[in-house]
């Protein structure tokens, strides 16, 4: 098993940092690009999320650690800020709580549509983690 944990402003510049730094640790684990790809867009989401509505405008930190083990990446990221107040309702497609920044809602069903396994836990005024895991698939052996 191989780990690594960063933790970094959350500031919109460091999101493209996180995806890059959480793809190049997955390369260990010899993804397709398209699983790759996977990766970076769900952590780009969860980063995204952090950032807009952990801390909706203010400083904050944002811990992004990740684990690979055997054929799985696993991702936490990480906010302490507002929380989420109801789970249930976060996760329905098009839920957002800043209607008015003409954001999608579609965050949280991003992450759960390119990852294998996905989890929110969230505690009102001290902050969310989401974890993530994705099976990487079989290589195919070179037919000749």
């Known amino acids: 098993m191989n780990e690594m944990i960063l933790k970094f402003p959350a500031r919109s510049e460091n999101e493209v940092f996180a995806r890059n730094a959480v793809a190049a640790f997955a390369l260990t684990l010899e993804p397709s ?12 989401e969860a980063v995204t999320n952090c950032i807009v509505h952990g801390y909706r405008g203010r ?16 991702v936490e990221v990480t906010d302490e800020g507002c929380g989420i107040a109801d789970i249930p309702k976060a996760l329905e497609p098009f839920f957002t709580t800043q209607p008015s920044e003409e954001r999608s809602g579609m965050g949280f069903t991003i992450m759960q549509t390119f990852m294998t396994d996905f ?4 505690k009102e005024d001290a902050g969310t983690t989401v974890t993530m895991t994705k099976e990487f698939g079989l290589r195919r052996a070179n037919v000749g």
């Not at 690009?33 to 780009?44: F, G, I, Q, R």
């Not at 989890?119 to 969230?122: D, F, H, T």
């Open 59 to 74: 400083e904050g930190w944002i811990t992004v650690a990740c684990r690979a083990a055997g054929s799985t990446l696993t």
């Open 119 to 122: 989890k929110v836990e969230s």
């Open 33 to 44: 690009l398209s699983e790759l790809s996977d990766v970076k867009t769900a952590v780009s």
